[in-house]
């Protein structure tokens, strides 16, 4: 049985972990600008072309900034790009291809004003992306797909997503 209550004591209500730990309730300082007082929106654009959730249809900068844009202007409160495919079977690519998708869309995102999120797993992309204007970097491997991942996030002052994937 899932039930956390001990035998005989049946309709007593058990508290939510997060009742039982004020640190973990408590209100949150702002994050990257935005006050945590309501969930936020992130738009994804994988430019790539193998992408599994957008069948590469915003493989190209032209289209990968015009899709940004139009997420923001649905209500996306960050726009999240992406080079590299992690479907399952994808090959991945070098940094140096990766910054190639990427860097133009950034750049492009930023300067309109948008707050944009770098996905990659790779030190160097973290590093460009901020560089050229993103404000989030966002790891699928949670900084441990590159050995600089680390040093790279904390340099940067950027705003972390650590993400999980189970296997490669």
């Given at each position: 049985?899932?039930?956390?209550?001990?035998?005989?004591?049946?309709?007593?209500?058990?508290?939510?972990?997060?009742?039982?730990?004020?640190?973990?309730?408590?209100?949150?300082?702002?994050?990257?600008?935005?006050?945590?007082?309501?969930?936020?929106?992130?738009?994804v654009v994988n430019v790539?072309?193998?992408?599994?959730?957008?069948?590469?249809?915003?493989?190209?900068?032209?289209?990968?900034?015009?899709?940004?844009?139009?997420?923001?202007?649905?209500?996306?409160?960050?726009?999240?790009?992406?080079?590299?495919?992690?479907?399952?079977?994808?090959?991945?690519?070098?940094?140096?291809?990766?910054?190639?998708?990427?860097?133009?869309?950034?750049?492009?995102?930023?300067?309109?004003?948008?707050?944009?999120?770098?996905?990659?797993?790779?030190?160097?992309?973290?590093?460009?992306?901020?560089?050229?204007?993103?404000?989030?970097?966002?790891?699928?491997?949670?900084?441990?797909?590159?050995?600089?991942?680390?040093?790279?996030?904390?340099?940067?002052?950027?705003?972390?997503?650590?993400?999980?994937?189970?296997?490669?």
């Amino acid at each position: 049985s899932s039930d956390l209550r001990k035998p005989g004591e049946a309709g007593k209500r058990v508290p939510y972990p997060l009742e039982a730990s004020p640190q973990l309730s408590a209100p949150r300082a702002p994050w990257c600008g935005f006050d945590l007082k309501r969930p936020l929106i992130m738009g994804v654009v994988n430019v790539t072309p193998d992408s599994f959730s957008d069948g590469g249809d915003f493989a190209t900068a032209e289209t990968a900034i015009a899709q940004g844009i139009r997420l923001a202007e649905q209500g996306a409160d960050i726009i999240d790009i992406g080079g590299e495919s992690t479907r399952p079977g994808s090959l991945g690519i070098s940094a140096e291809e990766e910054m190639q998708r990427v860097l133009p869309v950034v750049k492009a995102l930023a300067e309109r004003g948008l707050v944009v999120s770098i996905d990659t797993r790779h030190a160097t992309v973290m590093t460009s992306a901020v560089a050229a204007g993103a404000r989030i970097i966002n790891d699928i491997t949670a900084l441990t797909g590159d050995p600089g991942s680390v040093a790279a996030a904390a340099k940067s002052n950027a705003a972390i997503v650590l993400m999980h994937m189970l296997g490669e």
